[in-house]
């Protein structure tokens, strides 16, 4: 919690990415509305320190990701993909485990939108030593 976070895009100030890091678990990030279904989108988590990865736990708002990866980085240009998930088909909390990983900066790397047009997450918890 309250680790600085970016994303590609913003809806507006209501939904920063650093509501997904806030440890509230009202608030929220989000994307933007009306993207195509296509669209990339991101938000990344800058640990302050390069940790081993072993877990991240995502919970999606309605607007969750059919296809994302979780990705690592040392430097936040080049990524990892540690987790690949295809057809995710709800909202919620889900708990990414068992990940072997180090890096600096956690990314969720979203590229498939479901019905609503945008991607937003209450919380990203990162977890590891």
């Given at each position: 919690?309250?680790?600085?976070?970016?994303?590609?895009?913003?809806?507006?100030?209501?939904?920063?990415?650093?509501?997904?890091?806030?440890?509230?678990?009202?608030?929220?990030?989000?994307?933007?509305?009306?993207?195509?279904?296509?669209?990339?989108?991101?938000?990344?988590?800058?640990?302050?320190?390069?940790?081993?990865?072993?877990?991240?736990?995502?919970?999606?708002?309605?607007?969750?990701?059919?296809?994302?990866?979780?990705?690592?980085?040392d430097d936040a240009k080049n990524?990892?993909?540690?987790?690949?998930?295809?057809?995710?088909t709800s909202s919620g909390a889900?708990?990414?485990?068992?990940?072997?990983?180090?890096?600096?900066?956690?990314?969720?790397?979203?590229?498939?939108?479901?019905?609503?047009?945008?991607?937003?997450?209450?919380?990203?918890?990162?977890?590891?030593?």
């Amino acid at each position: 919690a309250g680790k600085e976070a970016t994303a590609s895009t913003i809806e507006d100030a209501r939904y920063t990415p650093g509501k997904a890091t806030d440890g509230d678990g009202s608030t929220r990030w989000s994307s933007g509305q009306w993207r195509l279904a296509d669209a990339v989108g991101w938000i990344s988590i800058d640990l302050g320190a390069e940790y081993d990865v072993k877990g991240v736990t995502l919970n999606w708002e309605a607007a969750f990701a059919v296809d994302f990866q979780i990705q690592v980085s040392d430097d936040a240009k080049n990524w990892t993909t540690i987790k690949s998930v295809v057809g995710n088909t709800s909202s919620g909390a889900t708990a990414y485990t068992g990940l072997s990983a180090r890096g600096r900066y956690v990314r969720v790397y979203c590229t498939k939108l479901n019905a609503t047009k945008n991607y937003s997450l209450y919380d990203v918890n990162v977890y590891g030593s």
